[in-house]
């Protein structure tokens, strides 16, 4: 009988997750180079299963895995599935009877396609391995890395200016991506994961400078988020207060210099004429009609990109393109689901003991603000994973019956 070591399985099983990121946009990629550009978020379904397999895959061994399977299923996370899965049946409910295909609330649920990866993450942090895991991990991810690294260097100074100008002369780069912002924002989340393992600046440098190279605003500040809270960990405890006090000025020369044309690549992206900022006033304006809009949302689905894909924009009344991760929840689910999230965001904090819960937190919430990270791969299985990491960490002093047995520590270097 094979025996399984979720120790050193679990980190392969996620490079390999991460790395069909590679193969799922290959088409878009292709045409992006010749100067071609393809609807955004239309993917090859033919080479996007990939992910949907690797994920399977991940997923079985979770539930086969003994260890993983206990530590993931406590009666805790288990009731507290069944209230969510009891709200978002009402979602469901509520987005039929408005008439809606039923592709449409299926494409909403799409915010919780990766949390079996937070559950097994939180599985692994309670088994006491979680540092283990992420460790390996981030040393895969190396590879992941280089090849990005590789490809995104020769697309600035050579790819057509598809998406504007990078600095280096050429297209803004994308990577094996669909455009600069996915590739960018994938970046600043692998900047994020490598900053939670010692030894490995030069390689959060590396993803810092890819997400800066992608001229994605919204990377620009997560990875500054990212340096902020490293220089805020290696200052004194009483000279902390001198780096928190001009903590808002520098959020907003941030953006001001992430919207800047030397850094975005393009002439479009003054914050104060920002297109998201008028779509936000019009949503509002014409899609909240009353308490029930507002509580349950207005839709749950309409704002997906899958929907805009298979049925154009605008097919569906209250349809829109989501740029924020609020927006298209308090769409999907209303008030009492966005505040539900930003609660849970906020409970993390304060049920979690882990040394970086307050970056982790942070990062997800700023990367969700102009940005629906959950609904784009690989972003979301590696910040999903991070989540149920950080959550599950409180809970080591409790699940003494669950410890993993020792672990020998390698080198990686």
Not at 97 to 121: K, N, S, T
Not at 125 to 149: K, M, P
Request: glycine letters at 8%; one cysteine or more; a neutral charge.
């Amino acid at each position: 009988m094979m025996q399984m070591r979720f120790e050193k399985d679990l980190p392969v099983l996620l490079f390999a997750l991460v790395s069909v990121s590679t193969l799922a946009s290959l088409p878009q990629v292709e045409s992006a180079w010749t100067g071609v550009k393809e609807v955004y978020g239309e993917q090859d379904f033919g080479l996007r299963i990939l992910r949907e397999a690797m994920l399977a895959v991940l997923v079985a061994y979770g539930f086969f895995e003994q260890r993983l399977r206990r530590g993931a299923l406590s009666s805790s996370v288990l009731a507290f599935l069944g209230v969510v899965a009891t709200y978002v049946l009402f979602e469901i409910g509520y987005a039929l009877y408005l008439d809606l295909p039923l592709v449409v609330p299926m494409a909403g649920l799409r915010v919780f396609e990766y949390l079996p990866l937070a559950l097994i993450g939180f599985a692994t942090s309670r088994l006491g391995a979680g540092e283990t895991v992420i460790n390996r991990f981030a040393h895969y991810l190396r590879y992941y890395i280089v090849l990005q690294a590789v490809l995104a260097i020769a697309q600035a100074l050579w790819a057509p200016p598809l998406f504007g100008v990078s600095f280096f002369g050429g297209g803004r780069p994308f990577g094996t991506f669909v455009s600069p912002n996915l590739f960018g924002a994938t970046m600043a989340t692998c900047a994020l994961l490598f900053s939670l393992v010692p030894g490995m600046r030069k390689w959060v440098a590396a993803s810092v400078f890819l997400a800066l190279l992608s001229g994605s605003r919204t990377a620009f500040i997560s990875s500054l988020l990212v340096i902020y809270f490293q220089v805020y960990a290696v200052l004194r405890p009483r000279d902390r207060w001198a780096l928190v006090m001009p903590a808002p000025i520098l959020a907003v020369g941030a953006l001001l210099l992430a919207s800047s044309p030397l850094l975005s690549g393009r002439d479009d992206a003054d914050p104060t004429q920002d297109g998201r900022i008028d779509l936000w006033q019009r949503v509002f304006s014409e899609q909240v009609h009353g308490p029930a809009d507002l509580l349950f949302g207005w839709g749950l689905g309409l704002s997906s990109n899958t929907i805009n894909v298979l049925f154009g924009a605008e097919h569906f009344k209250g349809q829109f393109d989501s740029d924020s991760l609020y927006l298209y929840l308090l769409n999907g689910y209303g008030l009492i689901g966005l505040l539900a999230y930003l609660f849970f965001l906020w409970s993390t904090t304060r049920m979690s003991v882990h040394p970086n819960k307050g970056l982790v937190v942070m990062f997800i919430f700023v990367a969700g603000l102009t940005f629906n990270m959950w609904e784009y791969f690989p972003q979301n299985a590696i910040l999903m994973y991070l989540w149920g990491m950080v959550l599950g960490t409180g809970y080591q002093a409790s699940s003494s019956p669950l410890q993993a047995s020792p672990i020998a520590s390698g080198s990686y270097s």
